[in-house]
């Protein structure tokens, strides 16, 4: 594992990041929600990469991981705006956006700012406008009257916080109500056995991209976190032919 950097930004946040230099589109990993770059698809992303030659970058957003500041202040735009410096700033040439969960969503925001520096995008159970189809009507009130909603957490002890920052600026960030103007390649992976995103909005999102370079690959047996050694071999597969190169 590569050590661990930092970057400064101007309003003096500290974004930790882990990077590696090598040929091909560099490899940029998106975590999900509350999650980091210690999780085991972003860490094995990472070695693979190495032993490949391939560049490639680790986050953690800020409120997240080792970076600075505190969750409750995290937003879509906010956390975007980080791993769009980070390529500016620390990667030459083209990039494919692997996103996870929530970084999915993110991966469509940050391609739209990156524009032609974007290779393609691979999808791990992407849930974009979750906000929407993941709440029912009363949980949107609350929020939008600006109280925080929590959720069992069932991958710890304490329950998921949804900050109304969070909502808020969700909203101005919705995507699969119309078209996304993106045209690269994008393959998207999710497990029809996900208890926390459903399928569909993997198909939801393969209609809503312009491009037409667009494949969706449904594991029967697969969770929401698509961990496991099999899932992770298929990550790697994906990534590796996305997009073919010479």
Request: net charge negative; with cysteine; hydrophobic share 40%.
């Amino acid at each position: 594992m590569s050590s661990t950097l930092f970057h400064d930004l101007p309003d003096g946040r500290r974004i930790a990041h882990r990077h590696i230099e090598g040929g091909g589109p560099t490899l940029v990993f998106l975590p999900g929600y509350m999650s980091d770059m210690a999780g085991s698809k972003a860490t094995t992303l990472l070695d693979w990469a190495r032993e490949q030659g391939r560049g490639c970058l680790l986050l953690d957003y800020s409120g997240c991981g080792e970076s600075s500041g505190q969750f409750a202040d995290g937003t879509l735009s906010r956390w975007a705006e980080e791993v769009v410096t980070l390529v500016v700033a620390k990667v030459r040439g083209p990039v494919v956006l692997v996103g996870s969960s929530m970084g999915g969503w993110l991966m469509l925001l940050v391609a739209k700012k990156l524009g032609a520096r974007v290779a393609g995008l691979v999808g791990i159970a992407s849930a974009p406008d979750f906000t929407r189809w993941g709440r029912t009507a009363e949980e949107r009130e609350r929020l939008a009257a600006g109280e925080t909603v929590f959720d069992p957490n069932p991958y710890g002890p304490e329950p998921t916080p949804t900050h109304p920052g969070f909502f808020a600026d969700a909203e101005t960030n919705l995507l699969l109500e119309g078209e996304i103007a993106l045209n690269c390649p994008a393959h998207l992976l999710h497990g029809q056995r996900d208890a926390d995103v459903p399928w569909e909005i993997s198909l939801r999102l393969a209609d809503a991209l312009r491009s037409d370079a667009v494949k969706v690959t449904l594991v029967k047996d697969g969770d929401h976190r698509l961990s496991r050694p099999q899932d992770i071999a298929l990550l790697l597969r994906t990534v590796a032919h996305l997009p073919e190169t010479d």
